[in-house]
Protein backbone atom coordinates (compact mmCIF):
# COMPACT_ATOMS: atom_id res chain seq x y z
CA UNK A 1 0.00 0.00 0.00
CA UNK A 2 1.56 3.07 -0.85
CA UNK A 3 1.66 6.34 1.78
CA UNK A 4 -1.30 8.13 0.52
CA UNK A 5 -3.34 5.16 0.85
CA UNK A 6 -2.03 4.01 4.16
CA UNK A 7 -2.66 7.14 6.00
CA UNK A 8 -5.81 7.43 4.58
CA UNK A 9 -7.09 4.08 5.78
CA UNK A 10 -5.77 4.43 9.51
CA UNK A 11 -7.39 7.70 10.15
CA UNK A 12 -10.95 9.18 11.25
CA UNK A 13 -12.74 12.19 9.74
CA UNK A 14 -12.29 15.40 11.47
CA UNK A 15 -13.33 19.10 9.98
CA UNK A 16 -11.06 22.22 10.27
CA UNK A 17 -12.33 25.29 9.22
CA UNK A 18 -13.86 24.86 5.07
CA UNK A 19 -11.70 21.41 4.42
CA UNK A 20 -11.96 17.71 5.65
CA UNK A 21 -9.01 16.28 6.77
CA UNK A 22 -8.65 12.90 7.55
CA UNK A 23 -6.73 12.58 11.24
CA UNK A 24 -4.75 10.44 13.22
CA UNK A 25 -2.63 10.71 16.43
CA UNK A 26 0.43 11.09 14.75
CA UNK A 27 -0.49 12.64 11.36
CA UNK A 28 -2.93 15.75 11.22
CA UNK A 29 -3.76 15.30 7.78
CA UNK A 30 -4.13 13.61 4.45
CA UNK A 31 -3.18 15.58 1.20
CA UNK A 32 -6.59 15.95 -0.13
CA UNK A 33 -8.86 18.79 1.19
CA UNK A 34 -12.96 18.45 0.27
CA UNK A 35 -13.94 19.90 -2.87
CA UNK A 36 -14.55 23.37 -3.64
CA UNK A 37 -18.16 23.46 -5.51
CA UNK A 38 -17.93 24.97 -8.71
CA UNK A 39 -20.34 24.79 -11.79
CA UNK A 40 -21.80 21.63 -13.46
CA UNK A 41 -19.36 19.50 -15.62
CA UNK A 42 -15.75 21.03 -14.83
CA UNK A 43 -13.68 20.30 -17.57
CA UNK A 44 -10.60 22.25 -17.28
CA UNK A 45 -8.47 24.12 -14.44
CA UNK A 46 -5.59 27.06 -14.46
CA UNK A 47 -3.79 29.12 -12.46
CA UNK A 48 -2.76 32.89 -12.74
CA UNK A 49 0.66 33.48 -13.18
CA UNK A 50 1.04 34.69 -9.47
CA UNK A 51 -0.99 31.68 -7.98
CA UNK A 52 -3.86 33.42 -6.30
CA UNK A 53 -6.42 32.72 -8.63
CA UNK A 54 -7.44 29.64 -9.39
CA UNK A 55 -9.82 29.73 -13.23
CA UNK A 56 -12.12 26.51 -13.43
CA UNK A 57 -14.12 25.80 -16.76
CA UNK A 58 -17.72 24.31 -16.68
CA UNK A 59 -19.03 22.39 -19.60
CA UNK A 60 -22.77 22.41 -18.62
CA UNK A 61 -23.39 25.98 -17.11
CA UNK A 62 -20.99 27.50 -19.85
CA UNK A 63 -19.36 29.90 -17.54
CA UNK A 64 -15.86 30.37 -15.43
CA UNK A 65 -15.61 29.82 -11.83
CA UNK A 66 -12.72 32.02 -10.28
CA UNK A 67 -10.72 30.43 -7.05
CA UNK A 68 -9.38 32.62 -5.10
CA UNK A 69 -6.48 30.16 -3.49
CA UNK A 70 -6.05 32.29 0.02
CA UNK A 71 -9.50 31.67 1.06
CA UNK A 72 -10.63 28.75 -1.23
CA UNK A 73 -13.54 30.20 -2.24
CA UNK A 74 -15.45 30.76 -5.66
CA UNK A 75 -15.15 34.78 -6.10
CA UNK A 76 -16.93 35.35 -9.10
CA UNK A 77 -18.13 33.77 -11.89
CA UNK A 78 -17.56 34.75 -15.96
CA UNK A 79 -20.47 33.70 -18.33
CA UNK A 80 -19.30 32.52 -21.62
CA UNK A 81 -21.90 31.64 -24.74
CA UNK A 82 -21.64 27.97 -25.31
CA UNK A 83 -19.54 24.50 -25.02
CA UNK A 84 -16.27 25.84 -23.38
CA UNK A 85 -13.75 23.14 -23.51
CA UNK A 86 -10.26 24.22 -22.49
CA UNK A 87 -8.44 27.27 -21.00
CA UNK A 88 -5.07 29.16 -21.18
CA UNK A 89 -3.86 32.06 -19.06
CA UNK A 90 -1.37 34.73 -20.71
CA UNK A 91 1.84 34.93 -19.30
CA UNK A 92 1.16 38.16 -18.18
CA UNK A 93 -2.03 36.90 -16.51
CA UNK A 94 -4.09 39.42 -18.46
CA UNK A 95 -6.40 36.96 -20.45
CA UNK A 96 -7.54 33.99 -20.39
CA UNK A 97 -8.50 32.14 -23.45
CA UNK A 98 -11.27 29.25 -23.78
CA UNK A 99 -12.75 27.31 -26.54
CA UNK A 100 -15.63 27.15 -27.52
CA UNK A 101 -16.22 24.13 -29.81
CA UNK A 102 -19.67 24.97 -31.29
CA UNK A 103 -18.74 28.11 -32.52
CA UNK A 104 -15.27 27.37 -33.88
CA UNK A 105 -14.20 30.53 -31.83
CA UNK A 106 -11.79 31.52 -28.94
CA UNK A 107 -13.29 33.22 -25.93
CA UNK A 108 -11.08 35.93 -24.79
CA UNK A 109 -11.52 37.25 -21.52
CA UNK A 110 -9.85 39.85 -19.96
CA UNK A 111 -9.60 39.06 -16.51
CA UNK A 112 -8.42 42.34 -14.91
CA UNK A 113 -12.24 43.14 -15.51
CA UNK A 114 -14.15 39.80 -16.31
CA UNK A 115 -15.32 40.49 -19.28
CA UNK A 116 -15.51 39.03 -22.70
CA UNK A 117 -13.24 40.92 -25.51
CA UNK A 118 -13.77 39.78 -29.38
CA UNK A 119 -13.71 36.34 -29.83
CA UNK A 120 -11.19 34.66 -32.00
CA UNK A 121 -12.08 32.69 -35.08
CA UNK A 122 -10.40 29.07 -35.73
CA UNK A 123 -11.13 26.03 -37.09
CA UNK A 124 -13.69 23.64 -36.80
CA UNK A 125 -14.75 22.31 -33.43
CA UNK A 126 -11.71 23.94 -31.25
CA UNK A 127 -10.39 21.93 -28.02
CA UNK A 128 -7.58 22.88 -26.28
CA UNK A 129 -5.37 26.00 -26.68
CA UNK A 130 -1.80 26.82 -25.26
CA UNK A 131 0.36 29.86 -25.70
CA UNK A 132 3.70 29.71 -26.83
CA UNK A 133 6.43 32.11 -27.64
CA UNK A 134 4.11 35.00 -29.58
CA UNK A 135 1.72 32.52 -30.55
CA UNK A 136 -1.37 30.65 -29.21
CA UNK A 137 -2.00 27.27 -30.92
CA UNK A 138 -5.55 26.05 -31.26
CA UNK A 139 -6.37 22.17 -32.02
CA UNK A 140 -9.72 22.15 -34.06
CA UNK A 141 -10.75 18.19 -34.11
CA UNK A 142 -13.25 18.47 -36.54
CA UNK A 143 -10.89 20.18 -39.14
CA UNK A 144 -7.40 17.87 -37.83
CA UNK A 145 -5.60 20.51 -37.62
CA UNK A 146 -4.25 23.44 -35.80
CA UNK A 147 -4.77 27.23 -36.26
CA UNK A 148 -1.87 29.70 -35.56
CA UNK A 149 -3.16 32.86 -33.55
CA UNK A 150 -0.66 35.63 -33.23
CA UNK A 151 -1.15 37.06 -29.77
CA UNK A 152 -1.03 40.53 -29.85
CA UNK A 153 -3.59 41.14 -33.30
CA UNK A 154 -5.66 37.89 -31.81
CA UNK A 155 -5.98 36.75 -35.25
CA UNK A 156 -5.74 33.18 -36.93
CA UNK A 157 -3.07 33.27 -39.18
CA UNK A 158 -1.87 30.15 -40.34
CA UNK A 159 -2.85 26.80 -39.86
CA UNK A 160 -1.30 23.12 -39.84
CA UNK A 161 -2.77 19.60 -40.83
CA UNK A 162 -2.53 17.23 -37.91
CA UNK A 163 -3.55 14.05 -37.46
CA UNK A 164 -7.28 12.87 -37.41
CA UNK A 165 -9.19 14.60 -34.03
CA UNK A 166 -6.50 16.16 -32.48
CA UNK A 167 -7.72 17.39 -28.73
CA UNK A 168 -4.75 18.28 -26.58
CA UNK A 169 -1.36 20.40 -27.16
CA UNK A 170 1.24 21.72 -25.28
CA UNK A 171 4.46 23.53 -25.82
CA UNK A 172 7.88 22.47 -24.80
CA UNK A 173 9.15 24.58 -22.14
CA UNK A 174 11.83 26.57 -24.37
CA UNK A 175 9.31 27.08 -27.11
CA UNK A 176 10.85 25.41 -30.02
CA UNK A 177 8.21 22.43 -30.20
CA UNK A 178 4.59 21.68 -29.71
CA UNK A 179 3.15 18.03 -29.69
CA UNK A 180 -0.92 17.42 -30.49
CA UNK A 181 -2.50 14.31 -29.21
CA UNK A 182 -4.57 12.90 -32.18
CA UNK A 183 -6.85 10.83 -30.33
CA UNK A 184 -8.87 8.95 -33.30
CA UNK A 185 -5.47 8.00 -34.77
CA UNK A 186 -3.38 7.50 -31.71
CA UNK A 187 -0.55 9.43 -33.00
CA UNK A 188 1.42 12.33 -31.49
CA UNK A 189 1.99 15.21 -34.24
CA UNK A 190 5.68 16.99 -33.33
CA UNK A 191 5.75 20.66 -34.69
CA UNK A 192 8.83 22.36 -35.19
CA UNK A 193 7.02 26.07 -34.08
CA UNK A 194 9.48 28.05 -36.07
CA UNK A 195 9.19 26.72 -38.85
CA UNK A 196 5.41 26.11 -38.77
CA UNK A 197 5.71 22.42 -39.62
CA UNK A 198 5.72 18.77 -38.80
CA UNK A 199 9.24 17.50 -37.98
CA UNK A 200 7.88 14.14 -36.40
CA UNK A 201 4.42 11.96 -36.24
CA UNK A 202 4.68 9.65 -33.27
CA UNK A 203 2.08 6.17 -33.33
CA UNK A 204 1.24 6.03 -29.28
CA UNK A 205 0.66 2.37 -27.84
CA UNK A 206 -2.45 1.97 -26.41
CA UNK A 207 -4.13 4.44 -29.11
CA UNK A 208 -6.13 7.15 -28.01
CA UNK A 209 -3.82 9.80 -26.52
CA UNK A 210 -5.94 12.63 -24.73
CA UNK A 211 -3.31 14.87 -22.41
CA UNK A 212 -0.10 16.06 -22.98
CA UNK A 213 2.32 17.91 -20.48
CA UNK A 214 6.36 18.54 -20.88
CA UNK A 215 9.24 18.42 -18.58
CA UNK A 216 12.52 19.62 -20.24
CA UNK A 217 12.85 18.02 -24.10
CA UNK A 218 10.72 15.41 -22.74
CA UNK A 219 6.76 14.92 -23.25
CA UNK A 220 4.14 12.56 -21.50
CA UNK A 221 1.34 11.46 -23.21
CA UNK A 222 -1.66 9.87 -21.41
CA UNK A 223 -3.61 7.55 -23.52
CA UNK A 224 -5.97 4.10 -23.30
CA UNK A 225 -4.73 1.37 -21.46
CA UNK A 226 -3.91 2.89 -18.42
CA UNK A 227 -1.12 4.57 -19.40
CA UNK A 228 1.67 7.34 -20.06
CA UNK A 229 3.92 7.67 -22.74
CA UNK A 230 7.32 8.88 -22.26
CA UNK A 231 8.77 10.78 -25.84
CA UNK A 232 12.10 11.75 -26.27
CA UNK A 233 10.77 14.94 -28.51
CA UNK A 234 14.16 15.77 -30.00
CA UNK A 235 14.34 11.93 -31.13
CA UNK A 236 10.44 11.41 -31.98
CA UNK A 237 10.81 8.43 -30.22
CA UNK A 238 8.71 6.34 -27.57
CA UNK A 239 11.11 5.97 -24.36
CA UNK A 240 8.80 3.61 -22.43
CA UNK A 241 5.22 3.84 -20.97
CA UNK A 242 4.08 4.37 -17.38
CA UNK A 243 0.88 2.03 -15.87
CA UNK A 244 -1.46 4.66 -14.28
CA UNK A 245 -4.75 4.81 -12.86
CA UNK A 246 -8.18 3.58 -15.51
CA UNK A 247 -8.73 6.37 -18.01
CA UNK A 248 -5.86 8.84 -17.60
CA UNK A 249 -7.01 12.02 -19.28
CA UNK A 250 -5.55 15.02 -17.22
CA UNK A 251 -1.39 15.81 -17.07
CA UNK A 252 0.47 18.77 -15.12
CA UNK A 253 4.33 18.61 -14.45
CA UNK A 254 5.13 20.59 -11.26
CA UNK A 255 7.30 23.92 -12.24
CA UNK A 256 10.43 22.17 -11.06
CA UNK A 257 9.47 19.30 -12.95
CA UNK A 258 10.36 16.73 -10.35
CA UNK A 259 6.78 15.58 -10.23
CA UNK A 260 3.86 14.19 -12.92
CA UNK A 261 0.49 14.45 -11.98
CA UNK A 262 -2.05 12.18 -13.94
CA UNK A 263 -5.73 12.45 -13.48
CA UNK A 264 -7.82 8.89 -13.58
CA UNK A 265 -10.85 9.54 -14.33
CA UNK A 266 -12.41 5.81 -14.36
CA UNK A 267 -11.16 5.43 -10.78
CA UNK A 268 -11.11 8.74 -9.37
CA UNK A 269 -7.72 9.17 -8.65
CA UNK A 270 -4.79 11.04 -9.45
CA UNK A 271 -1.61 9.36 -9.94
CA UNK A 272 1.75 11.07 -8.66
CA UNK A 273 4.73 10.20 -11.04
CA UNK A 274 8.37 10.68 -10.35
CA UNK A 275 9.59 12.17 -13.42
CA UNK A 276 13.33 10.63 -12.88
CA UNK A 277 12.48 6.98 -12.43
CA UNK A 278 9.61 7.41 -14.46
CA UNK A 279 7.58 5.38 -11.74
CA UNK A 280 4.30 5.97 -9.40
CA UNK A 281 5.38 7.25 -6.14
CA UNK A 282 1.81 7.64 -4.74
CA UNK A 283 -1.96 7.79 -5.65
CA UNK A 284 -4.27 9.99 -4.50
CA UNK A 285 -8.48 9.41 -4.06
CA UNK A 286 -10.11 13.09 -5.02
CA UNK A 287 -14.07 13.47 -6.49
CA UNK A 288 -15.46 12.09 -9.11
CA UNK A 289 -14.49 11.33 -12.40
CA UNK A 290 -11.11 13.55 -12.55
CA UNK A 291 -10.36 14.84 -15.87
CA UNK A 292 -8.26 17.75 -15.69
CA UNK A 293 -5.37 19.10 -12.84
CA UNK A 294 -3.20 21.97 -12.81
CA UNK A 295 -0.33 22.83 -10.43
CA UNK A 296 0.52 26.11 -8.43
CA UNK A 297 3.04 28.17 -10.08
CA UNK A 298 5.07 27.75 -6.31
CA UNK A 299 5.06 23.72 -6.73
CA UNK A 300 2.97 23.48 -3.47
CA UNK A 301 -0.63 22.48 -4.39
CA UNK A 302 -2.74 20.64 -7.08
CA UNK A 303 -6.28 21.77 -8.41
CA UNK A 304 -8.09 18.98 -9.52
CA UNK A 305 -11.68 19.25 -11.95
CA UNK A 306 -14.04 16.78 -10.67
CA UNK A 307 -16.36 16.47 -13.47
CA UNK A 308 -18.54 13.78 -12.07
CA UNK A 309 -19.64 16.05 -8.92
CA UNK A 310 -18.77 19.31 -9.65
CA UNK A 311 -15.95 19.95 -7.42
CA UNK A 312 -12.70 20.89 -7.37
CA UNK A 313 -10.10 18.52 -5.45
CA UNK A 314 -6.93 20.38 -3.90
CA UNK A 315 -3.89 18.09 -3.20
CA UNK A 316 -1.34 19.58 -1.03
CA UNK A 317 1.91 18.52 -3.01
CA UNK A 318 3.80 19.68 0.29
CA UNK A 319 2.23 17.00 2.51
CA UNK A 320 2.83 13.93 -0.54
CA UNK A 321 7.02 15.18 -0.52
CA UNK A 322 7.16 14.25 3.16
Known sequence: MNKAFARIAAGAVMTLGASVFMARAEEAT??????VAVGTLPCDVAFSPDGRRVYVV???TQNVSVIDVASGLVVGTIALKESPRKIAVSADGAQAWVTLSTRNSVAVIDLATGTLLAPIAVGHFPTSVAFGPGVAYVTNSGAHSVSIVDIASRQAVASIAVGDEP???AFSPNGTRACVANFRVGTVSIIDVEAGAIC???TVPGGFP???AFAGGTAFVAHGGGRVSVIDVGAGAVECEITVGSGPCGLAVSPDERTLLVTNQNDDTVSVVDVATRTVRDTVAVGLRPVAV???PDGTAAYVADCGDSTVSV???EWLAI
Not at 30 to 35: I, L
Open 30 to 35: TPVSAG
Open 167 to 169: RAL
Open 200 to 202: HTI
Open 210 to 212: SAI
Open 58 to 60: NAV
Open 294 to 296: AIS
Open 315 to 317: IDL
